[in-house]
C-alpha cells in the first residue's frame, strides 16, 4: 500500500462500483420470505440499463474477467485500483437496480441486502475500503432508518441516491433524510443513473444509450437545482452532497444560468438570501471521472469554479473513463492534485478524516 | 449641487412616481408615505427604465417555507430583468454593496424659499404658497 504510482499523496478514490454478480449473491443477505421470493419468481438480476453489463462504459475491457463481467472481487480491485495506484481510502459505491423495484417492501428488503452484501463481501475484506448507503428511495421512512441501521458502522461514509429518481431530491419530502445524513455525518452522494420512474430527459424517453448517458447530465442539473431552490441546502447547511460521475464542465454555465435568473425572481424563494453560487461551492463536491473536457480547456474551467475545494478524484471502476493509468483526468494542474486526490475528500468526508493518522 | 423643482408635492401622491429630466439625466422620484426619494432612472445593469418598473414590497424568509413580507411598495423592480432595488436607498437586494442606483437628495421646500434662488423650474410656474419637491441633482 502506498507504493502505487500515485501513492505518495496518499490518494482517496471517491467512486468506485462493485458489481453484484446477480440475485443468487444477494440471497444470504435478505429473510427466508424474500429468498424463497427471489427463487420461486425466477429474478435473477436486476442489473439496470443504466449500466448495461455488456456496455463499453460500463466495464473497461481490460477489467472484464473471462466471463465478460468485471469488479465481482477484492482481488481484482486491489489489482486494478488499490495496489495499482497506491489507493489510501476508496469509497464503494454499489450501483445495482434496487432503485427500479416499484414494491417498496421488496425494494426495502433487496437495498438493505445490497448494503449487507457491501459490507460482508467488500469492507470487511480490505481495511481500506469505505462504502456508501444506499438508500430505499421508495419510501423516506425506509431510508431513514436505513441510514440509522447503518450509520454506527463508521465505514459507511456516505449515503447514495440517483440523480434520475422518484423525484427531484430538494422536494421537502425527504428532508427526514438529509436531516439523518446531518446527524450522523454523511455526505449525500448523487451518482448517474435513472430509477425510470420519469423518461430519462425532460421531453421525453430516449432511443439509445448514448442519449441516456448524456442526459444524466441534466438530471444532475435539475437534482442540484431543487436542492438549492426547495432551500434543502439552506435548511440543513452542514449537509455536504457529492455528485458522482456527473462530469463537472456543465457546472459554471448552468451556475451562471441560474445565478443569473435568480437575482430577478429571487423573491420566489427568498430563503435562498446569497448567490447559488457560493452556496453551491460551499456544500456541492463533483467527482473528477469524468471531467469532460479537453486538457488544454482544465484550466479555464477550473477558473469558472472559482474553487479549489470542490473537486474529488475518483477512477469511478470499473466504468471505462480512462486508458491504461490516466486516472487523473489530463490538463489538472499538479498544483491541484493535493487537494484533488486527498485533502478535498479529507475536508467531505468527517468520517474518513476521523479515522486517518495525520 | 443645483436643485432641480420636480413639481408640486400634490403632483406626486403617496405610492406614486415621476420622472424628471435635468441636463440629459433621467432621475425618477418616488413617493413613499409623504417622503420623497430621487433615483437615476437607469438601472445599472443594462440601463432599464426604474420608472417604468414594478413597485413591489421586501419579501425575506428565516427558514424554507416561511416568507415574511414587510416594506410593502418600497421596492422598485427594473421591468427589464426584474433586478431590484430598495427605494430608499438605491441599494439593490442581492449585491447591496456593488450594484446600486444612484440616489440624489430629494425634500420638500416651500415655494415662498424657492422663488428666490437660482432654481431649475422651466416648465410651470412657482407659486409661494405651495410645496415643491425637489432633487439635488
Redesign the interface.
Known sequence: MGNGMLGGYRPIDCDLHPMVPGMRALAPYVDAFWADQVAERGITTLDSQSWPVASPKTIRADWRGPNGRGAESVEQLRAQVLDRFGVETAILNPLYGVQLVLNADMAVAFTRALNDWTRAEWLDRDDRLRASIVLPMQDVAAAVAEIERLAPDRRFVQVLALALGENPLGKRSYWPIYEACVRHNLPLGIHAGSAYRHPQTSVGWTSWYLEEYAANQQGFQSSLASLLTEGALVKFPALKVVLLESGVTWLPAFLWRLQKVWKGVRFEIPWVDRLPAEIIRDQVRLTVQPFDAPAEAVPRVLDHLRSDRMLLWASDWPHWQFDGDAAVPPGLPEALLPRLLRENALATYDRIREGVPA | MPKLIVGPVADIPPGGRKLVEAEGRRIVVFNLSGEFFALSDRCPHQGGSLCAGLV?GH??????????YARRGEMI?CPW????FDIRTGKS???PKRVQVRQYPAHVERGAALVEGPYTAETFPVRVEDEYVVVEA
Open positions: 413591489s419579501v425575506e424568509s428565516p427558514e424554507p417555507g416561511v416568507y415574511h423592480r430583468h426584474y433586478w431590484e437586494w442581492f449585491d
